[in-house]
């Protein structure tokens, strides 16, 4: 999206320079279609993760392709009075699969869940004493909640981003613990036709202070939205969805 | 410009922002394959369209 966005401001500059130097308006429709092929194989490029050589190879055949074309619109055109039936087909066969794609993947691309939480916690797991002359915080986070999604659709399907408010309860209040995130699910989708265990995972509470007495005794889960959670601990968020005991 | 040409005008502007806010509020749940095939897609319509066009603007 940032690329979408820095690549914005150029085009329209370009849209209004080739306008007032052309007066053509089919050229702004072929700036915008140079914007969206760019836009697309940058897309293309990021969210697949390509290699070294794979982004090389893309890079030279846009610039092949391109030639080609700038080679093609050099020939002369005879003048048409409306559009080819050719060209209008085209364009009706290509918006119709580009609206079914879309309505089909978004109607039927859906996945089923199932939640599996956690029977206990390990204490020393979701304690961890950190004080702070130790520099880095050294634990891993704890897996709480696993979440496995079927996908018995044709096509991948994202996994829909769940936010939840997870609470540890100590003798003495409740500690907000932060979830863990892994850069492996930066693009978290089921393949077509396969099942996923996607693990749901928090950050221990940290105690700096060593003499500190803290005695933990269970984790609520709580349902939350994205705007309300990081809503503390306290405020009345309702009945949890699980509670895991430390044990 | 006739009378019905407007409400024309209109009504296929109001189907536009239809499907320019159906595609922004369920763009999330398409996967990465289905995003790129309808990225390149659309760059091949937009270019058959101006194709088209500077046969008839000529």
């Known amino acids: 999206m940032v690329v979408f966005w820095l690549l914005l401001v150029p085009l329209i500059i370009v849209e209004l320079v080739v306008y007032l130097k052309s007066k053509k308006f089919y050229w702004l429709i072929y700036a915008l279609a140079i914007f969206t092929y760019v836009i697309s194989v940058c897309y293309t490029v990021d969210v697949f993760d390509l290699g070294k050589n794979a982004v090389i190879l893309v890079l030279l055949a846009s610039a092949a392709l391109m030639f080609i074309v700038g080679r093609q619109l050099g020939k002369k055109v005879k003048p048409q009075k409306r559009v080819r039936p050719c060209a209008r087909n085209a364009l009706i066969a290509l918006g119709a699969v580009l609206i079914i794609v879309f309505v089909v993947s978004v109607v039927f691309g859906k996945l089923e869940r199932t939640i599996l939480p956690e029977t206990s916690v390990d204490v020393d797991k979701i304690l961890v004493d950190n004080p702070k002359d130790q520099g880095p915080y050294p634990a891993s986070s704890v897996t709480i909640m696993r979440m496995t999604y079927t996908n018995t659709f044709i096509l991948p399907v994202p996994v829909k981003q769940e936010y939840y408010k997870v609470c540890l309860v100590t003798e003495s209040g409740a500690v907000q613990l932060s979830q863990s995130y892994a850069a492996e699910d930066r693009f978290n989708e089921v393949a077509a036709r396969s099942t996923k265990t996607v693990e749901y995972k928090v950050m221990p509470n940290q105690v700096y202070d060593p003499t500190a007495v803290i005695t933990p005794k269970e984790v609520l889960v709580y349902a939350t939205s994205q705007e309300k959670q990081w809503e503390p601990c306290d405020a009345d968020a309702g009945a949890p969805l699980y509670t895991i005991p430390v044990v | ?58």
Not at chain 2, 2 to 17: G, P, S
Not at chain 2, 29 to 50: C, D, E, H, N, Q
């Open chain 2, 1 to 58: 410009m006739d009378l019905e040409q407007i409400f024309y005008t209109v009504a296929a502007l109001f189907t536009l922002a239809a499907i320019i806010y159906f595609a922004w509020e369920y763009l999330e749940v398409l996967p990465r394959v289905t995003k790129a095939f309808l990225l390149f897609t659309l760059s091949l319509f937009i270019f058959i369209g101006a194709s088209a066009l500077r046969e008839v603007e000529r």
